[in-house]
């Protein structure tokens, strides 16, 4: 399946009064070679394993393939991920006719939040929030498997 989304800064915390859902999700990285990413996920009480291929040029597109796995399966591969666990809470916030994932990091990335939207395709229109900031679709730093390797504390 291609993944199309686009992700956003996050400017207030308005989402949080039209959130839908909140939950919290724990995450590692088996692997963040540049062709491909696969990550272990706890999210509330499911566990999946995902592989994401390499973006394309704009970095709104990609390759991913889920399925869902026992937590306890999924508990054991954490131990093994690289280093760099990321640990965040994510709101869902219907906006207009979508549906914006946002998270807000914790620990090493305490501080950072980003918005997501899913799109059917790469030039779909829609309205965005006021909460919604600055663009850093393709910005490979606000990657979480980057966000492992170089949280966001320790940018200058």
């Known amino acids: 399946m291609i993944e199309i989304e686009r992700k956003y800064l996050v400017t207030s915390d308005a989402y949080r009064g039209k959130a839908i859902s909140k939950e919290r999700i724990i995450q590692g990285f088996l692997n963040t070679h540049p062709e491909r990413t696969v990550r272990v996920r ?16 704009s970095g709104t597109s990609r390759y991913e393939w889920e399925q869902e796995m026992a937590i306890t399966d999924a508990e054991k591969l954490l131990e093994i991920c690289e280093e760099g666990r990321i640990d965040k809470i994510r709101y ?8 914006f994932e946002v998270d807000e990091f914790l620990g090493a990335n305490d501080g950072l939040v980003i918005a997501e939207v899913e799109l059917n395709n ?3 229109y829609f309205d965005k929030p006021d909460w919604l900031g600055k663009e850093v679709t393709g ?18």
């Open 42 to 57: 706890i999210k509330g009480d499911k566990a999946y394993l995902t592989i994401k291929g390499k973006s394309n040029e």
């Open 92 to 99: 869902s916030v219907p906006f207009d006719n979508q549906i």
């Open 122 to 124: 790469e030039t779909e």
């Open 139 to 156: 910005d490979i730093k606000y990657y979480n498997s980057q966000l492992g390797k170089q949280p966001f504390k320790t940018w200058k």
